[in-house]
């Protein structure tokens, strides 16, 4: 399958935790679960992989709380709900097992499921996660404080209101993502040395988190495998703001991931 192709989907809601949550299945095979980084949308974190993945795998890409077409509930937005709320769908879609891909929020997402979820994680890939204050420079931080709605990348914008156009739930979604990291709750080391699921950690060298915040983070993960992979944000799978003209299924990490998950 060339990344031109569009492999078959089948989508629904299920009701989690007071949420009507998004999904959409694509492919067959053992089960891997795609999580958007925050403020997007399955398509803008995964829609150039999905298609190298599909032929060889169920994925089950989601989308979280106040995002895409998924509702909200009454309250802030955090990384442990986020995690019980995919777990539940797991459940609801009678899958106990699964191998788990969150990419930025859904990184740490992903690595709370492990937490919390232990039973249900077979292998973890976490792109690009930030889980301690100083993984990332303190200009960040100041611009999470400061930031505007107007900052919020225009393509994450556009493609939420392409599959739910409501401007006011926009407006939500960007001020709970902007609330969490504001008031970021960051992971102990308890908590990260507790994961017992073998992890592939991924990071731009020129990403969010500096690339000593991922090294010191693999050495807590007990089963842990690092890759730093040049470029920004998520250009190793081809985050939506980081495309560039002409790009290639070739740019990405598909390889290494199915080397990851098939034990490498």
């Known amino acids: 399958m060339t990344i031109n192709d569009t492999p078959t989907m089948t989508a629904g809601h299920a009701e989690v935790n007071g949420i009507s ?68 769908l797991l459940k609801s879609l009678n899958i106990t097992h699964a191998d788990i891909f969150g990419f930025s929020n859904g990184a740490n997402t992903a690595l709370q499921i ?30 999470m404080k400061q930031g505007t709605f107007d900052q919020m990348p225009q393509a994450y914008k556009d493609s939420f209101l392409a599959v739910t156009p409501d401007s006011a739930k926009l407006m939500t979604m960007y001020q709970k993502c902007a609330n969490r990291m504001i008031y970021f709750k960051e992971f102990s080391d308890a908590e990260i040395r507790s994961i017992q699921a073998p992890v592939l950690l991924v990071n731009g060298d020129q990403d969010v988190a500096t690339s000593e915040h991922v090294v010191a983070m693999s050495k807590l993960i007990p089963n842990c495998r690092l890759a730093i992979i040049p470029g920004g944000h998520g250009a190793y799978m081809g985050e939506i703001t980081t495309l560039k003209p002409g790009y290639q299924s070739s740019d990405f990490i598909v390889p290494m991931v199915e080397r990851f998950l098939e034990g490498d």
């Open 21 to 88: 949550m998004y999904y959409e299945i694509y492919g067959e095979g053992r089960p891997l679960v795609l999580i958007h980084g925050g403020g997007s949308t399955i398509q803008t974190s995964f829609g150039r992989i999905i298609p190298l993945l599909a032929p060889r795998h169920q994925v089950i890409a989601v989308e979280l709380q106040a995002h895409g077409r998924t509702s909200d509930r009454n309250s802030e937005l955090s990384f442990e709900q986020d995690a019980d709320d995919v777990a539940a």
């Open 114 to 143: 492990a937490i919390r979820h232990p039973q249900l994680c077979r292998r973890i890939i976490a792109g690009s996660p930030l889980l301690k204050k100083d993984g990332s420079f303190p200009q960040f931080w100041e611009f």
